[in-house]
């Protein structure tokens, strides 16, 4: 079964440094998103991703991040200036265009983000 | 503020019996919901998908939908050790992304 598959599976960066977290969605979906989950609490949406541009993003998704699908493949979410509260799992998901809002998200294995 | 709101538990259920999650969620114009497993320190996993009021089995599993009362729950049957895990509520808005409740954690005492 198609997966989505993410890089790395944990990264531990220094605070101020950039991080850029990957991710290769199911090959013929269209819909990309990344959410995160600051550890014991929710999974919270950050930004999707459509036709390669931002069609949403969410009040947490600051100027200090960016996403990009620089290869027609993989689609990144880079963090220029990491804050220790940048602490949290990244998970990207991705969908097919049809019937988009009927289901649900396939969730890559997520990046745990350690930022000291 | 579009809301999913789940008790955060621990729910202990004994092996073999039925588990029992509720969610409620705020957006009354919502279309689609859905009941994704987490273990702890892995992803989230796709278990149900529900779109119309009433049941709709899959397996040990049943979703229930109410969108008059704003009410989504999954009863889990014959439960085992291995559905111990956080159960998150998620709910799709009219073309918007998935909303998540925080989470039910269960756990199945052997």
Same mark, same amino acid.
């Given at each position: 079964?198609?997966?989505?598959?993410?890089?790395?599976?944990?990264?531990?960066?220094?605070?101020?440094?950039?991080?850029?977290?990957?991710?290769?969605?199911?090959?013929?979906?269209?819909?990309?998103?990344?959410? #995160?989950?600051?550890?014991?609490? /929710?999974?919270?949406?950050?930004?999707?991703?459509?036709?390669?541009?931002?069609?949403?993003?969410?009040?947490?998704? %600051?100027?200090?991040?960016?996403?990009?699908?620089?290869?027609?493949?993989?689609?990144?979410?880079?963090? #220029?200036?990491? /804050?220790?509260?940048?602490?949290?799992?990244?998970?990207?998901?991705?969908?097919?265009?049809?019937?988009? %809002?009927?289901?649900?998200?396939?969730?890559?294995?997520?990046?745990?983000?350690?930022?000291? | 503020?579009?809301? $999913?709101?789940?008790?955060? =538990?621990?729910?202990? $259920?004994?092996? +073999?019996?039925?588990?029992?999650?509720? !969610?409620?969620?705020?957006?009354?114009?919502?279309?689609?919901?859905?009941?994704?497993?987490?273990?702890? +320190? &892995? *992803?989230?996993? @796709?278990?149900?998908?529900?779109?119309?009021? +009433?049941?709709?089995?899959? =397996?040990?599993?049943?979703?229930?939908?109410? &969108?008059?009362?704003?009410? $989504?729950?999954? @009863?889990?049957?014959?439960?085992?050790? *291995?559905? *111990?895990?956080?159960?998150? !509520?998620? $709910?799709?808005?009219?073309?918007? &992304?998935?909303?998540? =409740?925080? +989470?039910?954690? @269960?756990?199945?005492?052997?």
């Amino acid at each position: 079964e198609p997966e989505v598959t993410q890089t790395p599976s944990h990264q531990v960066t220094q605070m101020g440094q950039e991080v850029i977290l990957r991710c290769v969605p199911i090959s013929n979906h269209l819909y990309f998103y990344w959410y #995160r989950q600051i550890l014991g609490q /929710k999974v919270e949406f950050l930004v999707s991703f459509y036709n390669n541009e931002i069609s949403e993003k969410s009040e947490i998704f %600051d100027d200090q991040v960016s996403v990009e699908r620089p290869d027609g493949s993989n689609f990144t979410l880079k963090i #220029r200036s990491t /804050k220790l509260e940048d602490s949290a799992m990244y998970f990207c998901a991705s969908l097919s265009t049809t019937q988009k %809002d009927l289901y649900g998200y396939t969730f890559g294995s997520g990046t745990r983000l350690t930022v000291v | 503020q579009k809301e $999913v709101e789940q008790n955060s =538990g621990p729910l202990s $259920v004994p092996e +073999g019996a039925i588990a029992s999650l509720n !969610c409620t969620y705020s957006d009354r114009v919502s279309q689609s919901f859905f009941w994704y497993r987490q273990y702890s +320190g &892995k *992803s989230p996993e @796709l278990i149900m998908s529900i779109y119309s009021n +009433g049941d709709k089995e899959d =397996g040990r599993f049943t979703a229930q939908l109410n &969108k008059a009362s704003q009410y $989504v729950s999954l @009863l889990i049957r014959d439960s085992q050790p *291995s559905d *111990s895990a956080t159960y998150l !509520c998620a $709910v799709n808005p009219v073309d918007d &992304k998935i909303i998540f =409740g925080k +989470g039910t954690r @269960l756990h199945i005492l052997p």
